[in-house]
């Protein structure tokens, strides 16, 4: 469901498959073959100024079912954001892999090429650099990520335009 919020009405591109179970409200802008499935909320329903404004999220990203974004900036390209993930990180970059159930404390920033491990806690304002690999509660920079995650990581998203292509034409949509 999308819906308008104080006059604005998310911004989505007939590339991408967005559920009919999810929702997304307010100044929301979501690049090109990107996909939000079941359960998702995606709110931008925040007046702006350091935390709030529009929010766009990139192209060839997945915001997997039962996730909830809420007061973030920017989420880069090419990211998947996994099952049941909690997202209020002011931003997130290129490349990234947010695991199943992981929390995104307000204020947080993920740097390029990371990984999140399922169920990690990123603290209020905890800043990720570029090519980490971060796991546990509260989340720790255990290290670099590998090539074998890396490798990992660009298996998943090459995998992700196909299935979106494959829902919407399941769907029906043109």
Known sequence: MLESYMGKMPSIPDSCFIS??????????????????PGA????????GKHGGKMI???NTHIEDNVTVHFTK??????????GAVVEAFSIGNNVLVGDNATLL????IGDN???????????GMEIPDNSFVTGVPAKIKRSISEK??????????????????HKRNRGDK
């Open 149 to 166: 995650q890396l490798a990992m990581l660009e298996e998943l998203l090459s995998f992700m335009p196909p299935l979106v292509a494959e």
């Open 57 to 59: 999220i990139g192209n």
């Open 74 to 83: 920017s989420i880069g390209d090419r990211v998947v954001i996994g099952h």
């Open 20 to 37: 009919d179970a999810a929702y997304i409200m307010g100044d929301v802008e979501i690049g090109e073959v990107s996909s939000v499935w």
């Open 114 to 124: 990371c990984i999140i491990a399922a169920g990690s806690m990123v603290m209020e």
């Open 106 to 109: 307000a204020y947080s920033k």
């Open 41 to 48: 909320v995606i709110r931008g329903d925040t007046p702006g």
